[in-house]
Structures are given as structure tokens and as C-alpha cells.
């Protein structure tokens, strides 16, 4: 009886402080029972002791862990990426908007725009954004083009508008990991629609 007692009363102490993880730990949790956490997994870069040249002839038998895909294979999630990352065609020339003009891709590409684009911009693409009104006069660059009005701004095909957020213009830079490839052709979409607005 009196043994069990002082049992439970040790078991209720071991558990009080397994379980007092009150702070914040730099340390990694311990784990009394291994879950998903703690398996066999090849990391980023790390050799693997898988022989490919034994299972596949083709394969080299480098022991890599990160693997090249095999031709014709598309990565998980890559697929937007395949459809709508080219901005131009085989002989080099830019392409028209490939995404289909509805109202929620054009709602879409002006949220994007206002998010991303308007703060130098300006909602209206006038250039006269946040960003410009209050950079210390000199220190950006003082000929902003207006988007919705200035004519070779216009003139430009949808592709080139496009390549200007995947690589940049000048002292604007890049936008390419910011935002995704559908909605880059949305913002397309939408700097249409700031143009439109203004009669030639
Ligand atoms: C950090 C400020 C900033 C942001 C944010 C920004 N831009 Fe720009 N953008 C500029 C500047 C500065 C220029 C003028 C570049 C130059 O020619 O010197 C420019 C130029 C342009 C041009 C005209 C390029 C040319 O050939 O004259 C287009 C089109 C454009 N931006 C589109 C966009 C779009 C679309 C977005 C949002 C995805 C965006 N920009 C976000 C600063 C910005």
C-alpha cells in the first residue's frame, strides 16, 4: 500500500517536470516517444546511400541525394510556373496575355497592383506612389513614368510588361519571387485597365 503511494507520487513528479517546458527552448523538444520528426530522410545536399546505378542503369552513380528529375517529369507545384513563367515566344518576341481576361483575375491583378505595385506607383499608375512622395528629393529616380498615360508604356506588349516584374527596370527592382506567374499576368490585366481608362 504504501509502496504504490510513494510510486505514484514519483510517477506524478517525473511527469510534472517532463512536461514543465514552460519558456521558450533553443533547444530541439525531447522525444520520449519517436514521432515523424525523427526518421530516415535524405536533407538538402546531403549524400545518399541509395545506389541508383544498381536499380537503374541510366542513373549515374554519384550517390547524390538531390536528384535531377527525370525527363518529362514536372515537379509538385512547379506546374504554374511551366505554364505561365515564358513572357516570349521561339523567335524571341513578346507574347500576348495567355490568361483569360474574367473578373476575378482582373479583381486579382488589382489587388495585386495595390499591393505591390502602388506604393511607388500609385493606385492610378501615376507614379506619384507613397514611396516617391516621401523619398528625399534626388534620391529616387525623379522621372517616374506615369503607366496609365505615357504612350511607349502603352505600346508595350503584354510580355514586356510582364519580364519588367520578373527582372526589373532601371532602378525598379525585380518581383519575381513576390509574385506568383498567374499573378503577374493579372497585374498585365489590370495596367490594361489603368490604360484603358485614360482616351488616347
Ligand atoms: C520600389 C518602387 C517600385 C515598385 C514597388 C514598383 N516599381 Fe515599377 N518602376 C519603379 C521605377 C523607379 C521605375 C522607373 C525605372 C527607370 O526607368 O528608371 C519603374 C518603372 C516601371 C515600368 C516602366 C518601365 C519603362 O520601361 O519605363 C513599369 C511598366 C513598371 N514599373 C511596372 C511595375 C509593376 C507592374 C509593379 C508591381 C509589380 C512595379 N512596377 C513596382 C519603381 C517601382
Known amino acids: 500500500m504504501r509502496q504504490s503511494s510513494f510510486g505514484l507520487v514519483l510517477a506524478s513528479c517525473l511527469l510534472a517536470l517532463v512536461s ?3 519558456g521558450l527552448s533553443k533547444y530541439p ?3 520520449l516517444v519517436d514521432d515523424m520528426d525523427v526518421q530516415l530522410k535524405v536533407k538538402t545536399q546531403s549524400r545518399s546511400a541509395f545506389d541508383f546505378a544498381a536499380w537503374n542503369a541510366e542513373a549515374p552513380a554519384d550517390h547524390m541525394g538531390m536528384r535531377v528529375p527525370p525527363l518529362g517529369t514536372i515537379a509538385h507545384g512547379s506546374l504554374e510556373r511551366m505554364a505561365l513563367g515564358v513572357y516570349k515566344d521561339a523567335a524571341g518576341g513578346f507574347i500576348d496575355n495567355p490568361v483569360t481576361l474574367t473578373a476575378e483575375v482582373m479583381a486579382r491583378g488589382q489587388e495585386r497592383y495595390d499591393i505591390t505595385c502602388a506604393v511607388c506607383h500609385d493606385r492610378a499608375g501615376s507614379g506619384q506612389g507613397l514611396v516617391m512622395q516621401r523619398a528625399p528629393a534626388g534620391s529616387f529616380n525623379p522621372k517616374m513614368p506615369d503607366l496609365a498615360t505615357e504612350q511607349r508604356i502603352r505600346d508595350m506588349k503584354d510580355g514586356e510588361l510582364y519580364s519588367i516584374i520578373v527582372e526589373g527596370k532601371a532602378t525598379m527592382p525585380a518581383y519575381v519571387r513576390q509574385i506568383k506567374p ?3 499576368w493579372a497585374i498585365v490585366h ?3 485597365a489603368l490604360q484603358h481608362r485614360i482616351k488616347n
Open 182 to 184: 498567374s499573378d503577374r
Open 29 to 31: 523538444p525531447v522525444h
Open 190 to 192: 489590370y495596367l490594361r
Open 20 to 22: 514543465c517546458r514552460g
